[in-house]
Structure formats: structure tokens, C-alpha cells
Nanobody
Framework: EVQLVESGGGLVQPGGSLRLSCAAS????????MTWFRQAPGKGLEWVSS????????DYADSVKDRFTISRDNAKNTLYLQLNRLKTEDTAMYYC??????????????????WGQGTQVTVSS
């Protein structure tokens, strides 16, 4: 059974930083690209960033480019998202997700088949 468990969210002031983690189990982690989505209060789901199975390729939504960094540690089966220069509009529930097809990579919003429970990020002064 695929399990994805996010952590690292919290309350931070504008301009601050957070590091989100997503611990994965139940599948061969290094076979799959992984991704982060977010959902702000009252809004739809927004794709944030993706990383290829071995970490060699990454992609970001324009809204977070140059502020967020996605990475992974395949030895630890863990996905990360470093959030820098946070803005109030980054306030959202952040979810990690597993891309459906193994050993594939594509730019933009991926097709995913498993989600974590989410971790809340609140940016406020």
C-alpha cells in the first residue's frame, strides 16, 4: 500500500522559510517522479513542482519559480520542498503525490495516483 506522509508545515512570517518533507513507503520510490500540489482556502488544487525519479530534472509553477526548491533523497525514500521568501499568497495545504507511471518524466501538471494527507503552511505577520 502506497503511503505518503508530509511534515514540516507551520506558521511563518512573510519573507521566511520552511522545509516540507514527504516520507514515502509501499512502492519503489526511485522508480517514480514525485510532485507537490497545494490548495489555498476557498481555491482549487494548484500544481507546485515536480522532480524526476532520480532527481535530475525538476519543474516549477511560475508562481513559485526561483523561491521554492524541490529535491529528493532516494536512499531515505523522502521528498522535500524548500520554501523561501514566502508570501501570504503561499498560504495553503501542501500535498505530495506520486506520479502514476513509473520511469516517466514530463513537464507541467503530472498524472498522479496517490496523495498524502497534507501539511498546512500559513504565511502571516
Amino acid at each position: 500500500e502506497v503511503q505518503l506522509v508530509e511534515s514540516g508545515g507551520g506558521l511563518v512570517q512573510p519573507g521566511g522559510s520552511l522545509r516540507l518533507s514527504c516520507a514515502a513507503s509501499g512502492f519503489t520510490f526511485n522508480f517514480y517522479a514525485m510532485t507537490w500540489f497545494r490548495q489555498a482556502p476557498g481555491k482549487g488544487l494548484e500544481w507546485v513542482s515536480s522532480i524526476s525519479s532520480l532527481g535530475g530534472s525538476t519543474d516549477y509553477a511560475d508562481s513559485v519559480k526561483d523561491r521554492f526548491t524541490i529535491s529528493r533523497d532516494n536512499a531515505k525514500n523522502t521528498l522535500y520542498l524548500q520554501l523561501n521568501r514566502l508570501k501570504t499568497e503561499d498560504t495553503a495545504m501542501y500535498y505530495c503525490a506520486k506520479v502514476r507511471a513509473s520511469r516517466t518524466w514530463a513537464l507541467g501538471t503530472p498524472d498522479v495516483d496517490s496523495w498524502g494527507q497534507g501539511t498546512q503552511v500559513t504565511v502571516s505577520s
